[in-house]
C-alpha cells in the first residue's frame, strides 16, 4: 500500500475514476493496476490558492487485499454480569458500547436528565439565568459535548483506536465526511439524535439508562471471596458490581469531594482559564482567506499559540459561525463556551483565549492543598456574576482591554443573556491579565487584523479542564489501592474533547471487562 497527496480546488470533488488515475500516477502503474483507493484524510489549504488537500491510501493488483475497518459486533448483554458506568458523556458512552462488545452489562447512572428533557433546563439557563445543578450544558445524557458544538479535535491515535469512535458516529447519524476531515465536525443540532441513538443502542442490547442519579457515594465491600461495588445515590437507590468505570465530566466537584472525603487518592492538575473572544466571522474569513472568501467556502477557523512568562496562551475551542452559551453548573457563578450547528452559520466566530496555569502560580490556594486550582477555578467565576448580578458576561472590547480602558460600548454578541461592560483587566487575576495582555497583540502577528477593538472578550472561560486528577495504574487502568475502580475521561483528568474522552472510556471498559 502507499500514501501520496493529491490537491483539487476547493469547489471540485474529485470523483472515484480521478483519484484511482492520480494513484495509477503515483505507484507507476495503469489505472487498471490499482486494486483500491481510499481518502484517508481531507484538509483546507488557503495558503495559496484555495484547496482541497487528500490524502489517498491506494493498492495495486499485486498486492494482497486491504479489509475494511468493521467494528465488532455488539451482544446481548441482558443477563450478563454488570458494569457500573457513572456518568453518560462521551466517556461513559463510548465505555458502555465497548462493553456491549465484550459481553458485560452497563449500568449507566447519569446525573442529568435525558437529552430531550435537558434541552427545557438549557433554555431555562439562556432566559432566565436559572441554574438547574443536574441538567445544564455540562450535565446530562450526553455530556457537555451534546450542546457544546460536537467538534472532534484529535486524530491521533497515540492512546488507542479513534476509528471505532468515528465509524460509530457515523453509525449512529453523524455523516461520513468525520471519517476523513481533518477537523471533523458534527454540530449541535445533529448531536442529540444521535446521542439518543446510541442511549437506544445500548438498551436494546440489554444494558440499562438510569437518569437523575446523582452518585452520593461509593462502597467496595469483601462478598465472600469477591469484591463488590456498592454505588448510591441521590434517589435512594443503590447498585452493585464487580467495577465502576468512573466517567464524570470535569465540573463534577462533588465526585471530588467523595474522594477527599472517603481518603482516596486526588492530584491537583493544571488548567487553562481566560476569557472567550468573539469576532464577526467575516473578518476571520477575511484574515484566513486573504480576502478571497466566498460563500461556497466553509468558514474560517483559527489556532493560535504563543507563550507569555513562561507559559503557554492559546486558544481553545475555536467555533467558526458559532454562539456563545452560559456553562454554569451552580448558582452565583459565570462561565462560557461556544458551540455551533453543523451549517456553522451564525455571524459570529468565538474561541477561549486561555493561559496555563499551574499549582505554583496560585501560592495564596497552598491552604486548599490539592483543591487549590479548583477553589481558584471558582473564585473567579464567582467574581464574574458577582460584578454583574446575573450570568450577563463581563465584557471588554480588545484593544480597550489591552490598554485598561473600560468600554464606553459594547458590539452586538451571540451571547444570549447579554453582556455588561466590565473592567476585565482588573477582574481577572493579574498573573492572566498581563499574560493575555502580551499575547493579543503577538496574535495580530499570525492573523493581521486579529486584534482590533470589534473584537469582544467576555469572561469567564474556565472550564477546560479538569483541575483536579484522579490518579490510576499505568497497566490496568484502575484506581489506585481501589480494585474494581476505573477513572477514565475529562473528568478524571486524563482527556480533552469528544474523542480522547471516548478512547479513554474504550480503554477503561476493556480494562474492567478482563
Not at 88 to 96: N, S
Not at 224 to 252: E, F, M, N
Not at 352 to 368: A, F, L, N, R
Not at 432 to 439: H, I
Request: charged share 25%; aromatic share 8%.
Amino acid at each position: 500500500m502507499k500514501e501520496f497527496e493529491v490537491a483539487y480546488p476547493i469547489r471540485q470533488v474529485p470523483s472515484e475514476e480521478e483519484l484511482r488515475r492520480a494513484a495509477a500516477r503515483s505507484m507507476g502503474v495503469s489505472p487498471a493496476k490499482v486494486a483500491s483507493c481510499t481518502v484517508v484524510r481531507r484538509s483546507l489549504d488557503a495558503r495559496g490558492d484555495i484547496l482541497y488537500r487528500y490524502r489517498i491510501a491506494a493498492t495495486t493488483t499485486d498486492e494482497p487485499a486491504v479489509e475494511p475497518y468493521r467494528l465488532p459486533e455488539y451482544r446481548d448483554v441482558t443477563n450478563a454480569e454488570p458494569v457500573i458506568v457513572i456518568g453518560g458523556g462521551p466517556a461513559g458512552m463510548f465505555a458502555a458500547l465497548r462493553l456491549l462488545m465484550e459481553g458485560r452489562k452497563p449500568v449507566i447512572l447519569e446525573r442529568g436528565k435525558d437529552v430531550h428533557s435537558r434541552k427545557y433546563d438549557i433554555a431555562a439557563l439562556s432566559r432566565e439565568g436559572r441554574v438547574h445543578p443536574d441538567s445544564n450544558y455540562c450535565f446530562g445524557e450526553g455530556g457537555a459535548g451534546t450542546f457544546s458544538d460536537g467538534k472532534l479535535f484529535t486524530r491521533s491515535n497515540k492512546r488507542g483506536d479513534i476509528r471505532e469512535v468515528l465509524y460509530q458516529l457515523v453509525a449512529f447519524g453523524a455523516d461520513e465526511s468525520i471519517l476523513v476531515d481533518a477537523h471533523p465536525h458534527i454540530g449541535s443540532d445533529r448531536l442529540p439524535a444521535i446521542v439518543e441513538n446510541i442511549r437506544k443502542c445500548i438498551e436494546e442490547h440489554g444494558g440499562e439508562y438510569h437518569f437523575s442519579s446523582r452518585v452520593t457515594d461509593m462502597l467496595l465491600q469483601n462478598e465472600g471471596r469477591k469484591k463488590t461495588w456498592k454505588v448510591l445515590c441521590q434517589d435512594g437507590c443503590v447498585y452493585s458490581a464487580p467495577a465502576v468505570i468512573l466517567a464524570a465530566g470535569h465540573s463534577s466537584r462533588d465526585i471530588y469531594k467523595l474522594f477527599d472525603s472517603r481518603g482516596w487518592p486526588l492530584e491537583a492538575k493544571g488548567f487553562a482559564l481566560g476569557v472567550r473572544a468573539e469576532h464577526p466571522q467575516s473578518l476571520i474569513n477575511n484574515i484566513r482567506y486573504h480576502g478571497r472568501y466566498q460563500p461556497y467556502m466553509p468558514p474560517a477557523e483559527y489556532s493560535l499559540v504563543t507563550q507569555s512568562q513562561g507559559r503557554g496562551v492559546f486558544s481553545f475551542c475555536m467555533c467558526p459561525g458559532g454562539i456563545l452559551v452560559p456553562s454554569a453548573t451552580a448558582a452565583g457563578e459565570t462561565v462560557l463556551n461556544g458551540m455551533s450547528n453543523s451549517d456553522r452559520s451564525s455571524r459570529w466566530a468565538n474561541a477561549g483565549i486561555v493561559c496555563q496555569i499551574e499549582p505554583g502560580d496560585i501560592p495564596e490556594y497552598d491552604h486548599y492543598g490539592v483543591f487549590g486550582l479548583l477553589e481558584f477555578q471558582q473564585d473567579v467565576e464567582r467574581r464574574m456574576y458577582d460584578f454583574s448580578g446575573s450570568i450577563k458576561a463581563p465584557a471588554q472590547r480588545m484593544l480597550d482591554f489591552c490598554r485598561k480602558v473600560e468600554s464606553v460600548n459594547l458590539p452586538a454578541t451571540s451571547y444570549h443573556p447579554g453582556a455588561v461592560s466590565a473592567p476585565l483587566h482588573g477582574l481577572l487575576p493579574e498573573f492572566v491579565y498581563t499574560r493575555l495582555r502580551e499575547a493579543f497583540p503577538l496574535f495580530n502577528k499570525t492573523m493581521k487584523g486579529y486584534y482590533t477593538n470589534d473584537a469582544l472578550l467576555l469572561a469567564t472561560e474556565s472550564r477546560t479542564s479538569s483541575p483536579v486528577r484522579i490518579p490510576r495504574d499505568k497497566e490496568t487502568m484502575s484506581c489506585l489501592d481501589l480494585p474494581g475502580l476505573y477513572p477514565c475521561g475529562e473528568g478524571a483528568g486524563y482527556a480533552g474533547g469528544i474523542v480522547s474522552s471516548a478512547v479513554d472510556g474504550i480503554l477503561a471498559a476493556t480494562a474492567a471487562a478482563i
